[in-house]
């Protein structure tokens, strides 16, 4: 039954780092759930310190996640309209995945200088809002990428140490 939780557990640890890029999937609470996996092993004993820490650093990536894209926007001088188009840029990527991974960089910028150009911003005003919403975007996927990095680390640590008892 080890073996099988800790296969599960690091093929969340994996989609979870495949999460933190693509906006699909929400890539920390998933690998959170590798480390929570590891730790329902026999071998490996119970760290509720170390979960439950893990869980709030989780969910907390999540809700920065939302909020940076946002605060980008704005900080840059976008409207409620930027960051709606941001939002809708965000949705067209993830249902016409044309364009692949670039596609989910460059519809948020399209989405917020759309946004900004119809809520009758000047080219200059939009164009700024919508780069505030791609620095957003990718300061969001970074720390959501280093997240799910550590918690791997964090599990191939804790499997490493206990290699013995699990196999």
Do not use: Q
Not at 10 to 31: D, E
Not at 84 to 97: A, M, Q
Not at 135 to 149: E, M, P, Q
């Amino acid at each position: 039954m080890d073996i099988l939780l800790l296969t599960f557990g690091f093929v969340c640890i994996i989609v979870g780092i495949f999460g933190s890029v693509l906006p699909v999937l929400p890539g920390a609470p998933i690998s959170w759930i590798g480390l929570l996996l590891l730790y329902l092993t026999e071998a490996v004993p119970t760290n509720w310190w170390m979960l439950i820490i893990t869980l709030i650093v989780a969910i907390g990536i999540v809700v920065v996640d939302y909020i940076i894209p946002i605060a980008g926007t704005k900080r840059f001088g976008g409207s409620k309209a930027g960051v709606i188009g941001t939002t809708v840029g965000l949705v067209i990527s993830i249902i016409f995945p044309v364009l692949g991974l670039f596609g989910i960089i460059i519809w948020p910028f399209v989405g917020a200088f759309v946004g900004e150009i119809i809520n009758k911003a000047d080219s200059k005003t939009a164009l700024r809002a919508a780069f505030g919403s791609f620095l957003g975007f990718l300061t969001g996927t970074f720390l959501k990428l280093i997240v799910a990095i550590i918690f791997l680390v964090i599990f191939i640590a804790k499997a490493w140490e206990y290699k013995n008892d699990l196999f």
